[in-house]
């Protein structure tokens, strides 16, 4: 034989333990690969899902504000032939609502009334077009925040008629609400879309038209803004390819040869990249959902996704790309990193195996040895054995603890890549969270004073507008308690108790019933609830509301995925000695056996994250109650809590 058995030994081992360590460390990293390309796929849509909302939520005021507009000016609130209270109104509607660039209104005679934000020499500016007698004036009015007279101006040569715009145009001829193509303002130079409504007669004939314009290029600021990995990006375009918002905004605008404005089409504009994730779109089968997609700039592999903006009448596509290496980049540094700790450990154990090989073959040669001389009769065969198992059994030993470490410091990569993956998707919960109720206050507080304005006129003739008012302080009491469970939220993510006070537990469910009864009734679910008289309880009562929701919402869930016929969803409540008890019970298909309950991110729902139930039960607890799964109700689902009798 060539080599020794040391030798072979040594190598076999160094070879065993570097293909093992190969072995691990590709298969570690091709399903964390696949794992991190995954949530890169999801913080993707997480992103361009937040630009959507973001987008609805910028463009739905100014189709609420012409809504709105439009119902008062046919109700006759706001006389159309009274110039001066139209101004002043569609003055308190820009000072509402700080997205819109303008309202105005133009009726079939010709008639045109502009409210704008100015550049100077005010920061309003009111253009008024009056026909009287076949005569023709243009006056303009520069106006300060409380409505006082800046400037004012006549313009004889001014010859805008409104009727001849697409937007008046359009509406007269549809008779319902729409939104223009998107365009380059005039005033301003910014991109811009107008939505208007037609204004008819109490006999239905055409009075005018209410339009209101609205700058889109905040939507390129908050784009900008968007993280989407390291080195990602997203922008809007309309349905013609035409960039409607990008992070840079100077991308947008392109000047035409006859010296206008216009929007960039995605073909033309200086951004490379965004020009390649485009053209790797195919859309020949006439698809207009979410759309996913994998393309190449420079040899480097990015990561794309383009979804429709749905709930708005608007053709646009947002689109979102971002480098794969932002997501995966750091777990390739580290493969090639534990590649060659591998090879280096491989030399090492080829270096130990060696000398260990020597060790364990010394007393086998010592064997061999005096084998021979008992054969040559130079030894008597009664000399004691050489001592050779004692080292074996203690290399035996020696290996068994190795494997023994090895493997708890392996259950060791995993428990502490489990608890990584579990604290990152808390903090992009948190995270998220954080938004949200940021993003949610800004319309909740423009909804409450909308609607306090609203309460002000209608409460002029309270007779005529009793229902009106019934329903206009309903939705300002929702609008309130929405902004209560928004201060929750902010306070359950900065860990704060909370506020506990005296309140009535009966009122509280028959609100929170009110809230979930439109989702109750659109998947066909009954909602019942107990109406007796019940004591006080103590407690936060945004965060109870919030626990009756969660469990609500559960429950509604569950009878919808399981298709039941019977649907419906109890909340009982039962008096104990010191405490009240509620129970939430519904006809869903129960628990599955293989959830275990109250853990974090155990969950049955495909789409969940397994918080809900955890959250609940703290939430109940840090108020004084508990919170558990009543298993003995073996045909339906049922969650009961307490909370304590004042």
């Known amino acids: 034989m060539r080599y020794s058995l040391g030798f072979v030994l040594a190598l076999s081992l160094a070879g065993l333990q570097f293909v093992a360590i190969f072995v691990v460390v590709s298969t570690s990293y091709l399903s964390s690969e696949r794992a991190m390309l995954k ?68 009726d079939e005679a010709g008639n045109f009334v502009y409210v704008m934000k100015s550049d100077g020499p005010g920061p309003y500016r009111t253009k008024f077009i009056t026909i009287e007698d076949e005569t023709r004036s243009v006056d303009f009015i520069w106006r300060s925040k409380d409505y006082s007279i800046v400037e004012q101006s006549t313009d004889p040569a001014d010859a805008y008629d409104a009727r001849t715009r697409p937007w008046y145009i359009e509406a007269s001829a549809l008779g319902s609400r729409i939104w223009t193509d998107p365009y380059i303002f005039f005033s301003s130079q910014q991109p811009g879309i107008t939505v208007a409504a037609p204004v008819v007669f109490p006999s239905g004939a055409l009075q005018g038209v209410i339009g209101v314009d609205i700058e ?27 960039v409607l918002a990008h992070p840079d905004p100077d991308q947008i605008k392109v000047l035409n040869e006859d010296g206008t404005l216009s929007f960039a089409n995605i073909n033309d504009i200086d951004d490379p990249i965004s020009r390649a994730a485009f053209a790797n779109i195919d859309r020949a089968d006439g698809s207009t959902g979410e759309l996913q997609s994998n393309f190449s700039y420079q040899d480097d592999a990015y990561l794309g996704l383009f979804s429709p903006i749905t709930g708005i009448d608007l053709p646009w596509t947002i689109a979102v790309y ?52 008992v054969s040559q009769g130079e030894v008597s065969a009664t000399e004691p054995l050489p001592k050779t ?23 060791t990569v995993q428990e502490l890549n489990r608890d990584l993956a579990h604290f990152s998707r808390v903090n992009v919960m948190g995270q998220m969270a954080t938004g949200l109720a940021h993003e949610l206050s800004q319309p909740l507080t423009a909804i409450t004073q909308n609607v306090d304005a609203a309460i002000t006129t209608a409460s002029q003739n309270p007779v005529e507008n009793q229902d009106l008012l019934e329903i206009l302080r309903e939705l300002d009491e929702q609008a309130h308690q929405g902004g209560d469970i ?27 019933c009110r809230l979930m009864r439109h989702e109750a009734e659109v998947r066909s679910v009954n909602l019942e609830y107990a109406t007796g008289d019940f004591p006080n309880v103590k407690g936060n009562r945004v965060q109870i509301a919030q626990v009756l929701i969660n469990l609500m919402r559960n429950a509604i869930e569950a009878i919808e995925s399981s298709n039941a016929k019977i649907r419906n969803i109890r909340i009982d409540v039962s008096e104990q000695p010191d405490r009240l008890e509620i129970c939430v019970e519904d006809t869903g298909p129960g628990i599955s056996k293989d959830v275990i309950l109250f853990k974090q991110f155990q969950t049955s729902k495909a789409e969940g994250m397994g918080l809900g139930l955890s959250i609940c039960r703290k939430i109940v607890e840090s108020n004084g109650g508990r919170l558990w799964h009543d298993a003995d109700v073996q045909t339906k689902t049922r969650f009961c809590f307490t909370l304590p009798i004042v």
């Not at 494997?403 to 410091?409: F, G, L, N």
Request: no cysteine; proline share 2%; charged share 25%.
């Open 389 to 411: 198992y004692r080292e074996l059994r203690r290399a035996n030993k020696t290996l068994i603890n190795e494997i023994a470490q090895r493997r708890e410091s392996e259950a």
């Open 486 to 512: 928004i201060r929750a939220l902010r306070g359950f993510i900065r860990k704060d108790d909370g506020v506990m006070s005296e309140f009535d537990l009966r009122i509280l469910i028959s609100q929170t």
């Open 216 to 242: 889109i290029s905040d939507i390129s600021v908050f784009l900008s803004d968007l993280r989407v990995g390291d080195n990602g990006a997203a922008l809007i375009l309309n349905q013609d390819g035409s």
């Open 39 to 106: 949530l890169a796929r999801g913080l993707m849509e997480d992103a361009g899902a937040n630009a959507v909302e973001h987008t609805k939520r910028f463009l739905e005021p100014a189709a609420e504000t012409t809504e709105q507009a439009k119902r008062v000016l046919n109700s006759g609130l706001v006389s159309t032939t009274d110039r001066e209270t139209m101004e002043r109104y569609f003055f308190q509607l820009l000072q509402t609502e700080p997205q819109l660039a303008g309202i105005n209104y133009g």
């Open 322 to 373: 971002a480098p794969e290496d932002d997501f995966i980049g750091v777990i390739k540094d580290n493969r090639a990193r534990n590649t060659w700790i591998a090879a280096i450990i491989s030399v090492l154990t080829a270096l130990a195996g060696l000398t260990l090989a020597e060790l364990i073959l010394r007393p086998v040669r010592a064997f061999a040895v005096r084998t021979a001389l």
